[in-house]
């Protein structure tokens, strides 16, 4: 018989099945306790809930281990193409050659945005953030597709939505880039790869061409890897519930944009730099910034350190801090920044309350060092987030509407007013 859990309400005991996963993890199953106990449960931040079954990532915060579709992510960064990741996220399984290269095709052949939507990029204001611009244009792509409104269409219809976003986004984000440096935009040219055309989109000029280097395309192939999923996370699970009211899959993955730019998400490679240059400016006091991190009267947070899943160390950041070494070494750049984040982490790992709460570096802590080395500019890290996280999002997406599952829609506890009458304003 499979087991089961026993709780206990009053007089009465009820039989609660549990879910075993593929890696042993175990969930106790409530779909059913409201309608037989009239109890619901309550988890603010959702730190103990688990919202789906999924397929696509597995990852253990205890032992730091992270995995695509059952291959470790430290595999996939080392030998894999980022569109070979995303095809692998998306459909299941690793392509073979025909399978990619036909992959590869349709996302090069879409890669162009409309020439009317280029004029909105005009329209922005050059201080625009390229995040709130790559949630517009995103949502925007779903009124030149019409037909893309119904998610529910065939699976071909869908697979070309899928195609579009992994296509146009790197075009929008070198846009948004260009839009604030008052720039022409620059077409793409489907005779680069998936990173070379981006990178060629954001540093050509009308005047001069872009040479791919390869140690800036394999770095950045590597970090948008590292970003492809991270299972039920914040913009991930934004997606799947703004999916599931049957919005479409651009609506859905604008919305995923939208929650990843917060600085306790994704936004937070922006704030990891920021807040180096601010401790460098301020005179380098280490143990000034670490005690305003400690002080719970202070609002000031160590960026880039502790992860709502990992307490031990996130195998991203192991990755990331080798790669910044080396493309940092190879580019031959120094960076007062990268001194400091070093000595940083150093003291913080070192401090009984980072230690006591299992803070470590996450992602973000290094990954912004390598996008500065590569010439992209500190506004646009989170963008640079959002066009690795665009293939996990949709694969999240996929599974939600391949599941059926039903509308997220949680219940509460309400804490307000009991009834009253309405006063009259001359009244109150
Ligand atoms: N600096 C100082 N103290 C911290 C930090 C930090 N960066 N992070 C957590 N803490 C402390 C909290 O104050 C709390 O202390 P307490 O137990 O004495 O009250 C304890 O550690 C637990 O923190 P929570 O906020 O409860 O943990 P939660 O899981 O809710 O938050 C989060 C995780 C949001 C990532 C948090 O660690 C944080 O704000 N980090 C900085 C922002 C950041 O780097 N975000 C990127 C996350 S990775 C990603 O999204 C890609």
């Avoid at 890696?23 to 103990?48: C, H, M, V």
């Avoid at 770095?219 to 599931?244: F, M, W, Y």
């Avoid at 936004?267 to 240059?277: D, F, K, P, R, Y």
Wanted: contains cysteine.
């Amino acid at each position: 018989m499979s087991e089961t859990v026993k709780l206990t309400i009053g007089e009465k005991t009820y039989e609660l099945p549990v879910i075993e996963g593929s890696e042993n993890e175990k969930a106790i199953d409530i779909t059913k306790l409201r309608a037989e106990s009239g109890y619901i449960t309550i988890d603010t931040g959702f730190k103990n809930t688990g919202s789906t079954k999924s397929a696509v990532t597995f990852l253990d915060g205890e032992k730091g281990i992270l995995r695509y579709r059952g291959y470790p992510i430290e595999q996939l960064a080392e030998k894999a193409e980022f569109l070979e990741v995303s095809y692998l996220l998306i459909y299941g399984h690793l392509p073979t050659k025909t399978e990619y290269q036909e992959f590869k095709e349709n996302i090069t052949t879409h890669t162009l945005v409309h020439e009317d939507m280029r004029m909105f990029f005009e329209a922005y204001p050059a201080k625009a953030h390229p995040m709130g611009i790559m949630a517009a244009s995103l949502c925007t792509l779903s009124t030149f597709y019409p037909e893309s409104l119904d998610p529910n269409r065939s699976d071909e219809a869908v697979d070309l939505t899928i195609h579009r976003l992994l296509a146009k986004i790197p075009t929008l984000a070198a846009w948004s880039y260009k839009n604030a440096m008052r720039h022409p935009v620059i077409y793409p040219k489907n005779h680069f790869d998936y990173c070379e055309n981006f990178l060629h989109m954001m540093f050509a000029m009308p005047t001069c061409e872009y040479s791919p280097d390869p140690i800036i395309t394999n770095a950045l192939n590597k970090l948008l890897i590292l970003h492809a999923d991270h299972e039920q996370n914040c913009s991930a699970s934004t997606v799947r519930v703004v999916g599931s009211s049957q919005a479409n899959l651009y609506a859905s993955i604008s919305a995923g944009v939208s929650a990843l730019w917060g600085p306790l998400h994704g936004g937070a490679n922006q704030a990891v730099i920021e807040m180096l240059e601010t401790i460098i400016n301020d005179g380098g006091d280490l143990e000034k910034w670490i005690n305003k991190a400690k002080d719970k009267e202070d609002s000031f947070r160590l960026m880039g350190f502790g992860h709502r899943v990992y307490k031990n160390f996130d195998p991203r950041a192991k990755i990331i801090k080798k790669a910044a070494d080396d493309v940092l070494g190879k580019l031959g750049v120094v960076d007062p920044v990268l001194d400091i984040a070093k000595k940083l982490e150093e003291v913080a790992l070192n401090d009984e309350y980072f230690q006591s709460r299992g803070l470590y570096p996450n992602v973000d802590f290094y990954s912004g060092i390598i996008y500065r080395a590569l010439g992209i500019p500190t506004e646009m890290f989170t963008v640079m987030f959002a066009l690795g996280r665009l293939p996990g999002w949709i694969a999240q997406w996929k599974e939600m509407m391949h599941d059926k599952q039903p509308i997220s829609r949680p219940r509460q506890i309400y804490t307000g007013e009991t009834e009253r009458d309405f006063v009259d304003i001359d009244k109150r």
